[in-house]
């Protein structure tokens, strides 16, 4: 994997940033959107552009915190920290988020989880990867475990949904939902079948990137609720074993 080779230890040194100020007093500041930033995302992302800008000189960028960047063929994806909020909390459910686009075309995903050491990571038709486990999600276990969908704070909204989601699973599993506030991280453990469907809402693109082609690789289904690809222009998407995210789409 001549990409997440080279990225690993960059992420890490962002990582090791990331954890010398976990669950310190940390500054923090409230942007536009009303989300937040802390001064570990931005550290954190400074040392993301620098590394990864020289191992592909002249990329371009789509980074959380300081906007997009033009460049050559090559752009990558940066989430300094996903999950700012838990981290704020001294909660550890948080990872960095890294993916690589050649022109409109995933080549490479990297998400890692610090507080378990966990890295997450695919490259573009090489499988995706649990540190050195491969991902497969042609087996699911859903059917005999019942099901366990993570969705957005949106969704917690629309009860009645939520409600003929469950009817529609019903002859094969029970259905059961969980928020936990990382969308990147979400997606990854989707890829492992941790996690057996994710439905998510207005995120931004370096939230989904890397998870899009992790769950990809692992043989998982990704698509908008209309079932149209999930690219940088995406709204809305669905992820997870394909059986189970059939039934839920038309509820959508």
């Known amino acids: 994997m001549k990409y997440v080779t080279k990225m690993k230890p960059i992420m890490q040194q962002a990582a090791d940033i990331v954890m010398s100020?976990?669950?310190q007093d940390v500054a923090i500041h409230r942007k536009q959107d009303r989300s937040i930033a802390t001064e570990a995302d931005l550290a954190s992302e400074t040392c993301l552009k620098q590394g990864l800008a020289e191992?592909?000189?002249g990329s371009g960028f789509i980074a959380e915190?300081?906007?997009?960047?033009?460049g050559n063929e090559y752009t990558w994806v940066i989430d300094p920290i996903d999950?700012?909020?838990n981290f704020s909390r001294?909660?550890?459910y948080f990872c960095i988020n890294v993916a690589l686009m050649k022109d409109d075309d995933l080549v490479a995903a990297v998400t890692y989880?610090?507080?378990m050491q966990e890295w997450y990571y695919a490259e573009l038709g090489q499988g995706a990867w649990r540190n050195d486990v491969r991902l497969r999600l042609d087996q699911p276990n859903w059917?005999?475990?019942?099901?366990?969908?993570?969705?957005?704070?949106?969704?917690?909204?629309?009860?009645?949904?939520?409600v003929s989601i469950k009817q529609a699973c019903k002859p094969l599993t029970h259905v059961r939902f969980r928020v936990y506030g990382a969308a990147a991280l979400d997606l990854a453990y989707t890829a492992a079948g941790t996690f057996d469907a994710v439905l998510f809402e207005n995120l931004g693109w370096w939230d989904a990137a890397a998870g899009v082609l992790l769950v990809t690789e692992a043989g998982g289904y990704v698509a908008q609720y209309d079932g149209s690809p999930v690219n940088k222009s995406f709204k809305t998407l669905i992820a997870g074993h394909r059986e189970l995210c059939d039934r839920i789409l038309p509820h959508l």
């Open 83 to 85: 999950g700012t909020k």
């Open 113 to 115: 989880y610090p507080a």
């Open 143 to 162: 059917q005999d475990k019942g099901a366990l969908v993570v969705i957005s704070d949106f969704r917690v909204r629309q009860s009645q949904l939520l």
């Open 65 to 70: 915190e300081s906007g997009n960047g033009q």
């Open 21 to 23: 100020y976990f669950r």
């Open 90 to 92: 001294g909660l550890p």
């Open 55 to 57: 191992l592909i000189p």
